[in-house]
């Protein structure tokens, strides 16, 4: 990262054995157009951006494949898992996903509740096992549980993926505390996976010291994805930044910032 | 005897001729085989073989591609 502050210089974002210099991944989901979901991606200066696996449409496939806007040799392409409910079609997708040819990586989603897609960690756990066994570099996406975060490490996951909020939600980071211990404990790359709502919401999130975060819908349903790509940019760098430069203690009480000597009698 | 065998693509039940093969399939649908990934039977078949492998009656054959997700 630049800054104009030479003490401040980052280490670069090494993730299963690649290193990235944006700390911003995006999905390529929900977007109301193909352009702008290209123009947007551009604006937010992410490298790494997500696609999913899905049935090719026999009557009309150039409308519904992504790569057909989405250069490969320009991004690099993480497949996920979504939608799969259980740890077998969890690694047949991923199997699916590499076969397509672009790299070994994986987002790992097994869902185990419809209503908040919160993870199913037994189904997450054991679909990780498969898929590092398999050779696969796994990026795991799961709730903000230490220990099944801990486990995810154990398993040999490249990445672990607390959420900061349901998926889509946009509630933002609801659980500082467990995403600030989660970072602290495991030693592979963290990275929020959901939740995040507004460029406040990425600033919070990246002052927490986290490795990244990924986003879909908080660009994709914005009224101007471009510009809020462009300000989640900004707010990912911000807090990044700040949290390199350690922010001051929190007081309960107010100090001065100016001398209280000379004062007038 | 017939000369069409009954086969399920992507869910959807179709008739094709009897012997074939995979990479015949996707021509007769218009697909690069570039552009999606084969599963015949639950078993990925890869670009170079699809042209070895034919489809016999009753099998199922997924064919995926990329598109945007989260």
């Known amino acids: 990262m630049a800054t104009a502050v030479d003490t401040l210089r980052d280490t670069p974002f090494t993730i299963g054995g690649r290193t990235f210099h944006s700390r911003l991944m995006v999905g390529t989901g929900k977007y109301r157009d193909n352009d702008t979901m290209v123009r947007a991606i551009d604006a937010s200066?992410?490298?790494?951006?997500?696609?999913?696996?899905?049935?090719?449409?026999?009557?009309?496939?150039?409308?519904?494949g992504v790569l057909y806007h989405l250069d490969p040799k320009r991004y690099f392409l993480l497949a996920n898992t979504a939608g799969c409910?259980?740890?077998?079609?969890?690694?047949?997708?991923?199997?699916?996903?590499?076969?397509?040819?672009?790299?070994?990586?994986?987002?790992?989603?097994?869902?185990?509740?419809?209503e908040t897609l919160l993870p199913d960690v037994q189904g997450l756990l054991e679909a990780a096992k498969i898929l590092v066994k398999d050779g696969f570099r796994v990026l795991a996406y799961t709730n903000?549980?230490?220990?099944?975060?801990?486990r995810l490490e154990d398993a040999g996951c490249t990445a672990v993926m607390p959420l900061a909020s349901p998926i889509g939600s946009g509630l933002g980071l609801l659980n500082p505390y467990s995403v600030r211990t989660i970072k602290r404990r495991l030693h592979?790359?963290?990275?929020?996976?959901?939740?995040?709502?507004?460029a406040s919401d990425a600033c919070l999130t990246m002052e927490q010291g986290v490795d990244g975060i990924l986003m879909n819908t908080a660009?994709?349903?914005?009224?101007?994805?471009?510009?809020?790509?462009?300000?989640?940019?900004?707010?990912?760098?911000?807090?990044r930044t700040a949290h390199l430069?350690?922010?001051?203690?929190?007081?309960?009480?107010?100090?001065p910032s100016s001398p209280l000597e000379g004062m007038l009698d | 005897m017939n000369?069409?065998?009954?086969?399920?693509?992507?869910?959807?039940?179709?008739?094709?001729?009897?012997?074939?093969?995979?990479?015949?399939l996707l021509a007769s649908l218009a697909l690069?085989?570039?552009?999606?990934?084969?599963?015949?039977?639950?078993?990925?078949?890869?670009?170079?073989?699809?042209?070895?492998?034919?489809?016999g009656p009753g099998d199922a054959v997924e064919l995926v591609h990329f598109v945007g997700g989260g």
């Open chain 2, 32 to 55: 690069d085989p570039r552009a999606v990934v084969v599963e015949h039977n639950r078993t990925i078949v890869r670009r170079p073989a699809l042209g070895d492998v034919r489809i």
């Open chain 2, 3 to 24: 000369d069409t065998i009954d086969i399920t693509v992507n869910g959807q039940h179709r008739a094709v001729s009897p012997g074939v093969t995979l990479l015949e």
């Open chain 1, 245 to 255: 430069a350690g922010r001051m203690p929190r007081r309960e009480v107010a100090v």
């Open chain 1, 144 to 150: 903000e549980d230490l220990v099944t975060a801990l």
């Open chain 1, 188 to 198: 592979v790359p963290v990275v929020v996976d959901a939740g995040v709502g507004t």
């Open chain 1, 45 to 64: 200066g992410a490298e790494i951006v997500t696609v999913a696996v899905r049935r090719v449409d026999l009557d009309r496939t150039r409308e519904t």
């Open chain 1, 85 to 114: 409910a259980t740890a077998e079609d969890a690694v047949r997708y991923a199997r699916l996903a590499r076969e397509a040819g672009f790299n070994e990586f994986v987002k790992l989603e097994v869902i185990g509740d419809q």
């Open chain 1, 219 to 239: 660009l994709a349903a914005a009224q101007d994805p471009v510009a809020m790509a462009h300000a989640m940019r900004l707010a990912v760098d911000a807090g």
